[in-house]
DNA sequence: CCCTAAAAAGACATATAAAGTCTTCTTAGG
DNA sequence: CCTAAGAAGACTTTATATGTCTTTTTAGGG
């Protein structure tokens, strides 16, 4: 349970590879596509998502292509996956507690609060500048 | 992401409930079904999974029905939620490294072993007698 | 102005998994 | 042998994941 779907790991195999890249170079889609194998048209989708939030800056028409929206070291690992995967929720009731009746007294439901913040809190620490590091080429 | 399906919300409900009951009654899966609010035939299929796993007994024919297979305060949530879930995997190079190529070097791998730990260590430490704890109905 | 290169948008298709049901079988007690 | 349980497995339905395809918009260059 709780596995990242491809549509998460392509978004950060993508957004990783940029960040490995000089600051304010445009990259294409297709060279992002081939260098992290994914399929390009997924891909599209996926920082068309990214371009919404300003993650990443679009250009298009000849020339155009895609860069990072700020510096990689502020952008974090948890604002790519919830990006593309939604909030981190291990269980309905952690989001909208009426959803469940037995939500005032449940002792379990503090757990999946625990749970949420535990992994938001690792995802928050980490930066795209980390985990672009050592793979940058050109 | 990362939510946990009626499956293992389910299954947790209805052990917990079992875990508020006292020790060595028996207790009718149709029972259990109408206090924690799950299609019965469902439940089945869970508290089977249960059984084979020893978590619970259970015994059939007239008078048959489920106890709990421990003491509650023995029993975590991990337990629980992996029975019916499968283990914790926040990504799938998590549980099998070759399944990616650039597992190798990748940056982010690291991460999700984190996650991993992380989830797991919140769940470990629960119990079902904490769990029940205040929900004990006769 | 037109042609071409690129991203944006949205409809569409397929595959997989979740969620739940149904039927038949086995076990145990009375 | 009849009835009350759970066990097992096939089956159905629905939702989500994983893409693809087509059309549109935007921008640059001849
Ligand atoms: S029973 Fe508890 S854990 Fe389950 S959905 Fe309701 S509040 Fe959340
Ligand atoms: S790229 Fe990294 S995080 Fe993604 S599957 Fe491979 S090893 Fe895991």
Known sequence: ???????????????????????DSVCLLSEIA??????PTFLAKIFQQFSKIGLVKSF????????????P??????????AVEGPIIPNRCVINPSDCDRSSYCNVHPVWKQ????????????????????????
């Not at 349970?1 to 993508?14: C, H, P, Q, V």
């Not at 081939?34 to 399929?39: E, K, L, Q, R, T």
């Not at 070291?73 to 919830?82: F, R």
């Open 34 to 39: 081939a260098a992290v194998d994914v399929p």
């Open 115 to 138: 749970v949420q913040d535990g992994v938001r809190g690792v995802l928050e620490q980490v930066t795209l500048k980390e985990l672009a590091a050592g793979s940058s080429k050109s």
């Open 73 to 82: 070291e502020n952008i974090t690992l948890l604002e790519v996956v919830e």
């Open 1 to 23: 349970m709780m596995e990242l779907t491809r549509k998460g790991e392509y978004a950060i195999r993508g957004i990783v590879h940029l960040a490995g890249k000089p600051l």
């Open 60 to 71: 298009r028409g000849t020339g155009g292509g895609f860069m990072l929206g700020r510096a």
